[in-house]
């Protein structure tokens, strides 16, 4: 059993509960609460897999294996179309909630940011919800679980994952991928706390590449002219796209694996639509998950220098830009640095609406601008 949770790092009362309710019997619903990056998802993942099991949960036979690659038809993982979950997405799966599953014992449905129900989506959601046929299970996953209905709330089990600590962040990337422990350090701050992130940092070229490339426009930026703030914004834009793009690209081989697994046309004829429509969803997602990405190294490089202008080098999340930081932070720049990051805060929440990003890039770098400049740096 503990072989299904073993990419989940940091969350020990979470596997156990949900170890427990493999075991001895789950609920109908649960709803996966905590930070971003911490491993809720792999968890779900994990989660239906034992659900969908005839071994509940053995971790090593087909299904568990389909389950955890994404790749069962029993199992569907829902993410926003947008910014918010369409009412007629959760009308398709009330209906289809009811018919028996294709091959394994149980149907699970995964809800990816299910903060972004809207009014009418929830509502339909609850009717399903309140009683479920036997054989389905709902995760939602979620960093906000405040923003979710109270009446959807308390229909499920709550399962709350925390923090993962720096420790136990860097033990993760040296034993799953060979890393220094200086790099594995490194890298896990570099993270900020966020493991899916740091595992990223430890296997993909590109990663890097953006984050050294996100690092040097938010240190340039203070001083930028009209015409290099532009050409920044221009820069981080192509960036997102192309690593969207990239990981698109990747996900072609996702298919022929998928009909490998397939049994019969029928089956084939499922898993290429299924697959289809992923595609056209993850362009979407992957983007806003590279703006995320964006937000989240630009708060960080302000957060350093506020760290930095009052004394508190050990705070610092960029250790391999200490050098750089030190030479750039003014001993009276806290005011300023604080107001940077509550400028990239800000559009962190307006991203998560219908906005044009590369607006509110443009008016995130003019704020940060402002509010380096109207207080006293010296």
């Known amino acids: ?61 087909s299904t ?13 993982v829902i993410a926003p179309e947008g910014n918010f979950i369409r009412k007629e997405e959760i009308t398709d799966i009330n209906m289809h909630a009811a018919y028996r599953p294709f091959e394994a014992r149980a149907k699970v449905y995964i809800f990816l940011e299910a903060d972004n ?47 993962v600590s720096l420790k136990a ?6 034993n799953r991928f060979g890393l220094a422990a200086e790099e594995a350090d490194l890298t896990a701050r570099a993270a900020g706390g966020n493991l899916s992130y740091a595992r990223e940092l430890a296997t993909s070229e590109s990663a890097r590449r953006q984050r050294e490339l996100l690092l040097d426009l938010a240190r340039d930026l203070p ?16 960036t997102v796209a192309r690593l969207a793009d ?6 072609g081989a996702e298919l022929q694996q998928a009909l490998e ?22 362009q979407r997602r992957l983007t806003t998950q590279g703006l995320n990405a964006v937000t989240r190294i630009y708060a960080g490089w302000y957060r350093d220098l506020a760290a930095v ?16 930081l030190n030479d750039r932070a003014l001993p009276g720049g806290l005011v300023g640095y604080m107001q940077a990051v509550l400028a990239v805060r800000q559009t962190q929440e307006r991203l998560r609406y219908n906005v044009d990003a590369k607006c509110a890039i443009t008016d995130m770098f003019r704020t940060i601008k402002e509010a380096l400049t109207q207080w006293p740096m010296s």
Request: with cysteine; net charge negative.
């Open 169 to 174: 962040m860097a033990k993760d990337l040296r």
């Open 117 to 163: 129900f809207n009014i009418e989506s929830a509502n339909a959601f609850l009717k399903t919800l309140e009683e479920p046929p036997a054989h389905v299970y709902f995760i939602l996953v979620t960093d906000h679980p405040e923003r979710l209905l109270p009446t959807i709330v308390s229909r499920c089990q709550v399962v709350a994952f925390s923090s």
């Open 309 to 324: 202008s009052v004394g508190a080098e050990g705070a610092v999340l960029n250790q391999d830009r200490v050098r750089e």
């Open 1 to 61: 059993m503990r072989g299904l949770f073993a990419d989940i790092v940091g969350q020990e009362m979470a596997v156990s509960i949900l170890t427990r309710a493999l075991e001895q019997g789950a609920v109908h619903a649960y709803l996966f609460a905590g930070p971003p990056g911490v491993g809720k998802t792999s968890a779900a993942l994990a989660f239906a897999a034992g659900l969908a099991c005839e071994d509940k949960g053995c971790g090593t036979c």
């Open 246 to 251: 990239e990981r698109v690209e990747s996900l």
């Open 261 to 282: 697994w397939a049994g019969d046309a029928r089956t084939r004829s499922w898993l290429t639509k299924r697959h289809e429509e992923k595609l056209r969803r993850q």
């Open 223 to 238: 001083a930028a002219s009209l015409m290099a703030t532009q050409s920044a914004v221009d820069e981080v834009m192509a």
């Open 64 to 76: 568990c294996r389909r389950v955890q690659q994404g790749l069962h038809p029993d199992v569907e």
